[in-house]
């Protein structure tokens, strides 16, 4: 069963916040949850990560549900260079990255 | 500073030969991964190492794959009898350890083509 589930694709006006949601509910007590981005024909790049509070830094917000079943990647106010596929990850295995299948995330002028 | 970097960008090989990619990591960086990317899926893992020893191969998907990093810094990761379902993106992330909050950071990856 997938460990991640995330919307396939999302769109979103330039200047808007983009939200993107993810399930884990299988995410163990004592692990984190990673975002990463990949533009095309790049690596993925890390965004941001977080256990049980909410954090935020230069590149965007990450909310986490109290349950800590489900947790929203914000981007403030997107910009076209915000497009991309966006991963949420969880650990599996002790270091294996899961990374599921991501968002497409399209940024609309 | 430098990131991770990935050698070639780009492999174009015949079935049944043998490739070798190449991956520099972050300096000082003591963990090493390899991830392999399918087109539309997301990468998915193959091997990590901590130091010069395999920690976990659980993702190898059979015995023609094999990796090394024998000075616990570079790593190439091996293909022998390719088959065209190894075409993909190979990509490689190191991270200064393996605690549960170490960032996995990402080189370019490598492009296979097996003809």
């Known amino acids: 069963d997938a460990k991640t589930t995330q919307p396939p694709s999302m769109d979103c006006a330039e200047g808007r916040a983009a939200n993107l949601p993810c399930n884990h509910s299988t995410i163990s007590g004592n692990e984190y949850v990673y975002w990463y981005r990949q533009i095309h024909s790049q690596g993925p790049q890390y965004i941001i990560h977080?256990?049980?509070n909410n954090e935020t830094n230069e590149m965007a917000s990450l909310i986490i549900t109290e349950d800590r079943k489900s947790s929203t990647l914000i981007l403030p106010h997107a910009t076209l260079r915000d497009t991309a596929v966006y991963y949420c990850i969880v650990r599996v295995g002790g270091n294996q990255f899961y990374f599921g299948t991501g968002t497409s995330l399209t940024v609309i002028p | 500073g430098a990131g991770v970097s990935q050698t070639p960008s780009n492999k174009v090989t015949e079935k049944g030969k043998y490739v070798e990619l190449r991956c520099d990591p972050i300096s000082g960086h003591t963990a090493l991964y390899w991830y392999r990317q399918s087109l539309g899926q997301g990468p998915e893992f193959l091997i990590y190492f901590q130091g010069t020893g395999a920690a976990d191969d659980s993702g190898l998907p059979n015995d023609r794959f094999f990796a090394v990093r024998p000075e616990g810094s570079v790593s190439t990761l091996k293909i022998q009898r390719t088959e065209r379902g190894d075409s993909a993106v190979y990509l490689c992330?190191?991270?200064?350890?393996?605690?549960?909050?170490?960032?996995?950071?990402f080189g370019p990856g490598t492009r296979l083509l097996v003809l």
């Open positions: 992330a190191s991270s200064l350890g393996t605690g549960r909050t170490e960032t996995q950071y």
């Open positions: 977080g256990l049980k």
